[in-house]
């Protein structure tokens, strides 16, 4: 009710949580439309953050879109650093000017002020000799809503057989390198030590089996983007999106590890979950300019590890008898140089519930 009050008064950080809530079904079932309506009414008054939900969004509707485009250089002369960054990335891969200089250096020392994980990568971008004009008059909304009737970005490609026992699948470019970027640009400002679940007191501990940072997208830590992000990898996964938990964002340093370990409960805890056992795991690579880190399946022997984007899907339990399944031991290997950053679902049987 408050927020309602609140989008009423105009307020756009209302606006923008309460489209959050209404595609994520937070407060019953979801509505995209809603939630794509409230974004447009922010954008349409400027709101920095509300333009790059909607330039991302057109870029999974239309790939190389000219008006996503638009979308992110206007949000970025606004202010918005993670638009910013997104312009700086797509100038260093494609050599177009897209901003002026002043603007890059603006947002160069933004990143540089938050402490940008990724601010290395656009360090040397320069605006060029070309003239850059800002972008005028209004975004064209009424193509916007025609493109985003529905969540975009869904097709998910048919992965590749890894191995049968345990069963590992891999899916090629699952995310863009752009969304894969946003995701560590997000998740970076969230990071805390890591922590495993005691079998014993069932409570969350620091332990050193497990030494990485994780970030965990709690629902008001949410946008639109990552709840399309999150429709496409339960397509992956092949099981409805109310069976996964919050996406973790983990990020290792050097030395760093996540020994062997089980993703499934102990039965006795799944017993007692409201939302049973995790059945299924999702990993996507973020970044691949590090060195070690592989995804080591002990008993299969496979050391995995894949290009940005990339994805590995694999069962923690019997298909059909639902049985954890010990096969699935698996370890995050050190990494010995650079950083490395992964996307990590899971996936209940039920629900889930926290």
């Not at 899907?313 to 699935?328: E, I, K, Y």
Request: some cysteine; hydrophobic content about 45%; glycine content about 10%.
């Amino acid at each position: 009710e408050r927020l309602e009050r609140a989008v009423g008064l105009g307020g756009n950080t209302a606006r923008r949580l309460l489209a959050t809530l209404s595609a994520t079904g937070v407060f019953g079932e979801r509505n995209w439309t809603r939630a794509l309506n409230l974004t447009i009414e922010a954008a349409k008054t400027h709101d920095w953050q509300a333009l790059r939900h909607l330039a991302l969004l057109v870029e999974m509707a239309a790939p190389g879109s000219a008006l996503s485009e638009d979308l992110l250089l206007r949000a970025g002369l606004l202010g918005d650093g993670l638009s910013g960054f997104a312009i700086l990335r797509r100038q260093a891969l494609t050599g177009r000017t897209l901003a002026p200089e002043r603007a890059f250096a603006a947002w160069r020392g933004g990143m540089e002020k938050i402490r940008h994980p990724l601010a290395a990568r656009v360090a040397e971008v320069t605006a060029g000799q070309a003239a850059v004009k800002a972008p005028e008059g209004h975004p064209e909304f009424d193509r916007i809503e025609e493109l985003l009737r529905e969540p975009p970005g869904l097709a998910v490609g048919a992965p590749s057989a890894v191995c049968d026992r345990p069963y590992i699948r891999r899916f090629d470019k699952l995310l863009s390198v752009e969304e894969c970027e946003y995701i560590i640009g997000l998740a970076s400002r969230l990071l805390v030590p890591a922590s495993v679940i005691d079998g014993s007191s069932e409570q969350s501990k620091r332990t050193g089996e497990r030494t990485n940072s994780v970030a965990v997208f709690w629902p008001m830590h949410q946008d639109i983007v990552l709840h399309a992000i999150d429709l496409r990898l339960a397509k992956a996964a092949g099981l409805p999106l109310a069976h996964g938990e919050m996406m973790n964002v983990l990020m290792y340093r050097p030395g760093e590890e996540y020994r062997a370990h089980f993703d499934f409960f102990a039965p006795e805890i799944a017993a007692a979950e409201r939302s049973g056992q995790r059945i299924r795991t999702l990993l996507v690579y973020l970044n691949d300019d590090f060195a070690g880190g592989e995804t080591h399946f002990v008993t299969a022997n496979a050391k995995l590890k894949g290009g940005a984007g990339d994805a590995i899907l694999f069962h923690n339990c019997d298909g059909s008898t639902g049985v954890p399944d010990r096969s699935a031991l698996h370890a995050g290997l050190p990494v010995t140089s650079g950083q490395k950053w992964l996307a990590s679902k899971w996936f209940r049987e039920k629900t889930f519930t926290v």
